[in-house]
């Protein structure tokens, strides 16, 4: 079992920069692929972006390629999401997940067994 614990959350304004954190705990996310998803009010959740346990490589929804960059520190169990140029679309509640097929990327947040409780992030314009 897996526990994620999200933070970094907040209010912003337009094109502004926020950073994401997603604490893993439990057994080791050793081999674990991480994603992001994001669900903004009254809709589904979405597949924001995913990095590969093997080679660290990532992979994004294109309407956020560009600006949002998600990195891992195995050492810590951290994985974050870097967001710049932030716009009012993508405010929403952010979570991360936790894969234990380290080395695809799934897009439906069906295939990701763990789910973090999610994190506010309100963007202004």
């Known amino acids: 079992q897996v526990q994620l614990v999200e933070s970094g959350g907040g209010l912003v304004q337009a094109g502004d920069s926020l950073r994401l954190s997603c604490a893993a705990s439990g057994r080791t996310f050793s081999g674990y692929a991480m994603g992001w998803f994001r669900q903004a009010p009254g809709k589904g959740r979405e597949f924001v972006g995913a990095?590969?346990?093997?080679?660290?490589?990532?992979y994004y929804t294109n309407s956020v390629k560009g600006r949002f960059t998600i990195s891992r520190d195995n050492a810590k169990n951290m994985v974050y999401l870097q967001m710049d140029s932030l716009k009012p679309e993508d405010t929403a509640v952010y979570y991360c997940?936790?894969?234990?097929?380290?080395?695809?990327?799934?897009?439906?947040?069906?295939?990701?067994?763990?789910w973090g409780q999610g994190t506010h992030v309100t963007v202004s314009s």
């Open positions: 990095v590969r346990w093997s080679d660290g490589s990532t």
């Open positions: 997940a936790a894969n234990p097929a380290g080395n695809t990327w799934f897009l439906s947040p069906a295939m990701w067994p763990y």
